[in-house]
């Protein structure tokens, strides 16, 4: 018998621990549910425009999306002031990082992370058989953007994975810094600005709408303050031969309808998502006076999340243990010097008062 084909035997090169979701973890521990603070979603929900959208998009479900995203990428366009030749639309960011490794890195060719920096990137590069350089974070639990070039230098180019504001450590570059980064790499170098959580900034550190550079991709997603991260929209900006380069290995029917119609309602809802962003800052106030009163400092953030200090590795292994005990589902950073933290999402006020709550008692 012809033996059949068989696999590559590639991992992701991320441990499982570190992908698990909140219903895995939930049945591991026995429990029917858990609050979810450990995946910073947004606690609000959809905006009604969107709910709406979904529910009118839902009738037509037996029918393919369409497949080009048209009216998507031409509201996209028109958000950030850039020709709808400057974007392309994914599954999220996730899906979007799998499209640029693929596009643009041969097997063998070099990409480069931060040590403990958000995983997926690592789990394309890793996947696609690129050699990973996985670059620590400062002392004061920040990217190394001088190590980053270092190590461009090092390996003359390749991909560089900058997530800004920076997740997990909630910390952010000014954009004049990027451009700076921009201009110290060597040729061949591209850099994949994952902007996730920059609409959380403030409007004085706010990021530039329409900065197109071909030096660099810029990523958005509509799973933070849109409230939409079931639906998997996330999106491109960068230059035209970037966008073409994306296109062509992007999945033709991977945004179904009802996530096409969500994510262009919930665009047009600026109100709702200055409203969400303004009670997360409120949110993120909140848990800086918690960690005062539990004696576990926090890290300043511009996300939706917030890094709370237990001092130790082990002691915040057990802040994680005894929170998921009570039902209540956050993640711990891996790597030092992020591996005395504990990552909290920002919840709704009563999910705030349950934790503050769980934790009390915890440290009591």
Not at 115 to 139: D, I, K, Q
Not at 344 to 363: C, F, N, P
């Amino acid at each position: 018998m012809p033996a059949p084909l068989r696999p590559l035997g590639i991992s992701q090169g991320v441990a499982h621990a570190a992908l698990a979701g909140p219903e895995e973890l939930a049945r591991a521990a026995g429990l029917p549910t858990v609050l979810r603070l450990g995946s910073n979603e947004s606690p609000f929900g959809p905006s009604p425009k969107a709910l709406a959208a979904i529910r009118a998009a839902a009738a037509a479900e037996n029918r393919y999306g369409d497949p080009s995203l048209a009216e998507l990428r031409a509201a996209i366009a028109a958000h950030h002031g850039v020709a709808e030749a400057n974007v392309t639309v994914g599954a999220g960011i996730d899906d979007l990082l799998g499209w640029i490794v693929r596009a643009y890195v041969a097997p063998g060719g070099p990409t480069i992370a931060g040590l403990g920096s958000f995983p997926t990137f690592e789990m394309h590069a890793t996947g696609f058989g690129t050699h990973l350089t996985r670059v620590p974070y400062r002392p004061e639990a920040r990217l190394d953007l001088d190590g980053f070039i270092a190590a461009a230098r090092r390996a003359g180019g390749g991909l560089l994975f900058v997530p800004n504001p920076d997740n997990p450590s909630g910390s952010v570059y000014a954009w004049s810094d990027i451009v700076a980064f921009l201009d110290a790499l060597p040729d061949d170098s591209l850099v994949i600005h994952d902007e996730a959580y920059a609409n959380f900034l403030p409007p004085e550190r706010a990021f530039p709408r329409d900065a197109i550079d071909p030096r660099m991709i810029r990523l958005r997603t509509f799973s933070k303050e849109y409230g939409l991260a079931g639906a998997r929209v996330g999106y491109a900006l960068g230059a035209p031969e970037a966008i073409a380069a994306l296109d062509a290995v992007r999945l033709l029917y991977g945004i179904s309808r009802t996530s096409q119609a969500a994510a262009l309602a919930a665009l047009e809802d600026g109100a709702f998502i200055a409203e969400v962003v303004r009670e997360i800052a409120e949110g993120r106030e909140e848990y800086r006076a918690l960690g005062e009163r539990i004696g576990a400092p926090t890290l300043p953030s511009t996300t939706n999340f917030v890094l709370f200090d237990f001092g130790t590795p082990e002691r915040a292994k057990s802040i994680l243990d005894g929170l998921l005990r009570r039902g209540i589902h956050v993640r711990k950073p891996a790597f030092p010097p992020l591996d005395t933290y504990v990552r909290i999402s920002v919840g709704a006020d009563h999910e705030r008062a349950r934790l503050a709550r769980a934790l009390t008692e915890i440290i009591a």
